[in-house]
Antibody, heavy 122, light 108 residues
Framework: EVQLVESGGSLVQPGGSLRLSCVAS????????MNWVRQAPGKGLEWVSF????????YYADSVKGRFTISRDNSKNSLYLQMSGLSAEDTALYYC???????????????WGQGTPVTVSS | SYVVTQPPSVSVAPGKTARITCGGN??????VHWYQQKPGQAPLLVIY???NRPSGIPERFSGSNTGNTASLTVSRVEAGDEADYYC???????????FGGGTKLTVL
């Protein structure tokens, strides 16, 4: 069974930093491209970042570029999101999501974790 | 970057057909994916590549994509279909995934 379990979310002060993790199981993690998607309270889905299976391709939403860093450790079946310069606008539930395995890049998200909450407030 | 627009809400009576649209410039040249999200749950893929259903998704869910509008159609709507629905496309010009703002489907 495919599982994605996020952790690391917490209450952090404006300007602070946080590192989110997503541990995968039930599939060969290294073969899959992964994404972070966030959802502010009562709002819609916002894509945050993409990383290919080999980490050779990495992309960021404009709203987080320069402040967030996505990475992965395939030996640990883990995906990470290092966040810095946090502001209230970053308050959201952060999901990791797996892209369906197909040829090429950029496919639908066939599995999602349950999310980890990040609250930025003083 | 590319923008996709969804109506904030759609209402339908049980047993009827609901159509949720996703508008974007020449969206037919892109592949559109659709997700269902119920309160307190993670999104669930219901349609991929415009019109394909993942295993386990009822045949009542279908999709199309022509011109400037992609659509998710839910036939014979049930109370359990009440949820938020999001469309998604890949914008190759900006290398960004783009989600629509979401449509709340209400079953009357």
């Amino acid at each position: 069974e495919v599982q994605l379990v996020e952790s690391g979310g917490s209450l952090v002060q404006p300007g602070g930093s946080l590192r989110l993790s997503c541990v995968a199981s039930g599939f060969i993690f290294a073969n899959y491209d992964m994404n972070w998607v966030r959802q502010a309270p009562g709002k819609g889905l916002e894509w945050v970042s993409f990383i290919s299976g080999s980490s050779g391709h990495i992309y960021y939403a404009d709203s987080v570029k320069g402040r967030f860093t996505i990475s992965r450790d395939n030996s640990k079946n883990s995906l990470y999101l290092q966040m810095s310069g946090l502001s209230a606008e970053d308050t959201a539930l952060y999901y990791c999501a797996r892209e369906t395995l197909r040829e090429g890049l950029h496919h639908d998200f066939d599995h999602w974790g349950q999310g980890t909450p990040v609250t930025v407030s003083s | 970057s590319y923008v996709v627009t969804q109506p904030p809400s759609v209402s339908v009576a049980p047993g009827k057909t609901a159509r949720i649209t996703c508008g974007g410039n020449k969206i037919a040249t892109k592949s559109v994916h659709w997700y269902q999200q119920k309160p307190g749950q993670a999104p669930l893929l219901v349609i991929y590549y415009d019109s394909n259903r993942p295993s386990g998704i009822p045949e009542r869910f279908s999709g199309s994509n022509t011109g400037n509008t992609a659509s998710l159609t839910v036939s014979r709507v049930e109370a359990g279909d009440e949820a938020d629905y999001y469309c998604q496309v890949w914008d190759s010009r900006s290398d960004h995934w783009v989600f629509g703002g979401g449509t709340k489907l209400t079953v009357l």
